[in-house]
């Protein structure tokens, strides 16, 4: 009997051993459980973002301001970048990729390297166009959708697989529910897995004009800077009526391709980061409860699932002088383009010193002879010997009196108040009479004169009035004093005007009446 006490001591023991054992391998086993799982919950990092728009669009800058970027270097063709993307609920992170291609269609080629068939389920698209060319809008995203299409043909991709891709993006906007109304277990707005695959659920009829053109991606329309809208109603006098027609076009497009809708300013930092929230959110599934946002027109979010053909005719109300169906650049004209002048600076070509000096000296000696010449071979501007602005001596010069003859022209003498009353002087008929006689020398002479040319003509003139009104001065003062027949003299006063006070003695033959 102690044999058998014995032999069942030890195989109670062996039993323990192999218990635990097993109770170890089963940790094991549980330990390496529990890592796999949380591996599976970690934020996937094969995921990546693509970002298509024209030159100018702002596609730089936006993404600048989501990786918190204050400095934004632009490259070239196809460009790389990254966003640090952090979950708060399980203190993880990861690095999004994100894509830029140019500005030009013809980069288009450079699409398949950044989505293969590999990773098109993991990609999103990100369609960008600016408010700052409103009348662009509409061209450029039909230009860079055509373009996805394409390349995504390129691709050979399974047909199957891809009507799988296009069920689950219908599903999606079918599953759309409002935040607020949803409920809280079931709620398609509440992360509930990381795994965004694996839906059964069959796909109902959609509404008329949605997914028209169904990529089978993830798509976001973004209007950037939307700070400018002010700018246009200021200086292209825009109204709410035109900002209202852009956005139900966007909104309209938007439907075809079941993208959701931001208008962003990163300047006035608007839906930033709204944007940002809403990206993780298709991307990472996280959580995001922002309704849609129709008021502000400089702050427009509508997610995709929300809109309608109902919801956009709203905006139909605000739109007196044109009509949906209008086309867009007929209304949203593009303005005339105002090409500044430009003012090129005329080369001065500087003559040679020799050539210059010859030129002079051949002149000097010839007399002095020719026109004078002006800086750059100009001619003498007729303005500067225009009668005009001649000097007095000048005017005296062309008379063709001998220099050294000529005086001070004689001044038109008229009886003053204190003349005609004064005892002996002359009365007021003959003042009366004078004046006359001087208004009418002075219209004969104007109208009697030859014709001539240059300033010699208007001293010629100048000399015959002098002249007729020292006629008329002679015969008004011969009632006074008798003259002797064989010649008359007057003396003239002198002239304050010439510099010496000089007088001078005028022939009164040689006058004309």
């Not at 966003?83 to 990861?94: G, K, L, S, W």
Request: net charge negative.
């Amino acid at each position: 009997m102690a044999l058998g006490g014995v032999r069942s001591a030890l195989s109670g023991l062996s039993d323990l051993r192999k218990e635990k054992a097993e109770e170890k391998e089963n940790l094991w086993k549980k330990i390496l459980g529990e890592v796999q799982s949380s591996e599976r919950n970690k934020l996937p990092s094969c995921k990546s973002v693509l970002v298509l728009g024209d030159n100018e669009s702002g596609k730089t800058t936006l993404i600048a301001k989501l990786q918190g970027n204050e400095d934004p270097k632009k490259g070239s063709g196809l460009e790389y970048a990254y966003i640090d993307v952090r979950d708060e609920y399980r203190d993880d992170h990861t690095r999004l990729s994100v894509w830029v291609l140019d500005g030009e269609p013809v980069h288009g080629e450079l699409l398949e390297y950044a989505m293969s068939p590999k990773n098109l389920e993991h990609t999103l698209i990100l369609l960008t166009v600016s408010m700052t060319t409103p009348w662009g809008i509409m061209d450029q995203l039909h230009t860079w959708a055509s373009t996805l299409q394409d390349h995504i043909d390129k691709l050979n991709l399974d047909p199957d697989y891809f009507k799988e891709r296009q069920d689950k993006m219908s599903r999606l906007w079918q599953d759309y529910v409002e935040p607020g109304d949803e409920l809280e277990a079931g709620s398609p707005m509440k992360r509930s897995s990381r795994n965004l695959d694996g839906d059964d659920d069959p796909v109902l009829p959609l509404a008329e004009n949605v997914l028209t053109r169904n990529l089978g991606l993830h798509v976001i329309v973004v209007v950037t800077k939307t700070d400018y809208m002010s700018t246009l109603e200021k200086d292209f006098d825009y109204k709410e009526e035109h900002f209202d027609f852009i956005q139900q076009s966007i909104r309209k497009f938007c439907l075809q391709y079941g993208a959701a809708l931001f208008y962003t300013s990163v300047k006035e930092d608007k839906n930033c980061d709204l944007l940002y929230k809403y990206l993780v959110h298709k991307i990472y599934n996280f959580p995001f409860r922002t309704p849609a946002l129709v008021v502000e027109k400089d702050a427009v979010f509508i997610p995709a699932g929300w809109d309608n053909e109902k919801k956009i005719a709203i905006l139909y109300e605000n739109m007196h002088t044109m009509t949906p169906e209008d086309y867009y650049t007929d209304v949203i004209v593009r303005p005339p383009v105002v090409r500044k002048a430009m003012t090129r600076e005329i080369e001065v070509q500087v003559e040679e010193e020799q050539a210059f000096l010859a030129r002079h000296l051949a002149q000097l000696q010839a007399g002095g002879t020719g026109a004078p010449h002006t800086p750059q071979g100009r001619q003498e501007s007729p303005l500067r010997q225009s009668p005009a602005v001649q000097k007095t001596s000048d005017r005296r010069v062309t008379t063709g009196v001998p220099a050294n003859q000529i005086g001070s022209p004689k001044k038109i003498w008229r009886p003053t108040s204190a003349e005609m009353n004064k005892p002996g002087g002359p009365g007021p008929s003959e003042g009366v009479l004078a004046n006359f006689f001087n208004s009418l020398l002075s219209k004969k002479t104007a109208i009697n004169s030859p014709p001539t040319a240059g300033i010699k003509t208007n001293a010629d003139k100048a000399a015959m009035r002098s002249d007729a009104a020292a006629e008329l001065d002679r015969l008004t003062r011969s009632k006074k004093t008798p003259i002797p027949p064989t010649a008359a003299t007057t003396n003239s006063t002198p002239n304050p005007a010439t510099p010496n006070n000089t007088a001078t003695t005028t022939d009164t033959n040689s006058s004309e009446c």
